[in-house]
């Protein structure tokens, strides 16, 4: 599955806040879902992340935490709206520079449910 497949289903709600060029094109591989400040070290490459937030102290953290999924070579940020409402700008920010996709997961979307429609996708991918 591309993550453009994923922005698409209407499902999930998922909004679309920066996407460097090609990565809409780029096939989306594991999830997984932390809120660790550094996670990069958890990463193989080609991974959605979905964070909630909750690493986030101020601004500054949001160049930490996006510099680390860079390093790691995530495919994709996928920042939850449920504790702040909306994605705060800083990361937004941090996202441009690092050349990273990002993408808000709506408060009422539970990250199981983007993570099981992944998983379906890959496992029909797989059997196809």
């Known amino acids: 599955m591309l993550l453009a497949e994923l922005l ?13 060029d090609g ?8 999830t997984i879902t932390i ?29 930490t935490f996006v510099s ?5 070579g995530a495919t994709c940020l996928l920042a939850g709206a449920a504790l702040l409402g909306a994605v705060p700008d800083d990361l937004v920010e941090a996202c441009h520079r690092h050349q ?4 808000e997961v709506p408060g009422d979307v539970a ?13 029909a991918g797989a059997s196809a």
């Open 68 to 72: 680390s999924i860079a390093e790691g």
């Open 111 to 123: 990250f199981a449910d983007v993570t099981e429609y992944v998983a379906a996708a890959g496992a």
């Open 35 to 63: 809120d660790l400040l550094e996670p990069g070290r958890y990463l193989n490459g080609g991974e959605l992340v979905l964070t909630g937030l909750v690493w986030r102290r101020g601004p500054e953290d949001s160049e």
């Open 8 to 20: 698409e289903q209407p499902s999930l709600g998922l909004r679309l806040l920066h996407a460097p």
């Open 23 to 30: 990565s809409l094109e780029r096939p989306v591989g594991r």
């Open 100 to 103: 990273v996709a990002l993408v």
